[in-house]
């Protein structure tokens, strides 16, 4: 669950929300974000963790693949639900990080809209740790 702190008693809908980045009016200047902070709000259920997470690793898939927003949409839905899934569809002595990031890295294959032979070599496997990391992090 994440709990986006940005000051004791305030909390911020921006994932990267932290006390650099509020405007004069306490809103959060991080380019994009049109959140107000928000005070004493309920830590976020899995549900409204999911569109922040999915633009975070929107973002991850363009920057490293150069691939087009929506191509990189479809590869974060695809993360999210491997990354949620792996404990139900794994043995309970089979669940570590590595191994979860080796089944998001198959699960972007399996799902890449694009036909593998016409990928660079080692796209998926740049991509899923970082993946990884964005989805141990924040979810």
Avoid: H
């Amino acid at each position: 669950m994440v709990e986006r702190l940005v000051e004791p008693g305030r909390k911020c809908c921006c994932i990267t929300a932290a006390p650099a980045c509020w405007g004069r009016d306490r809103s959060c200047e991080r380019i994009g974000c049109t959140y107000p902070l928000i005070r004493d709000a309920r830590p976020m259920t899995r549900q409204e963790q999911v569109p922040d997470l999915r633009a975070a690793l929107r973002d991850v898939a363009v920057e490293e693949l150069g691939w087009d927003p929506v191509t990189a949409g479809q590869l974060a839905d695809v993360a999210i639900r491997r990354w949620r899934s792996f404990e139900r569809r794994s043995k309970p002595n089979k669940r570590t990080t590595e191994l979860r990031v080796q089944d998001v890295m198959r699960g972007l294959r399996q799902a890449s809209p694009v036909d593998v032979l016409y990928l660079e070599p080692g796209d998926f496997e740049r991509l899923a740790p970082r993946f990884g990391e964005l989805l141990l992090r924040l979810s």
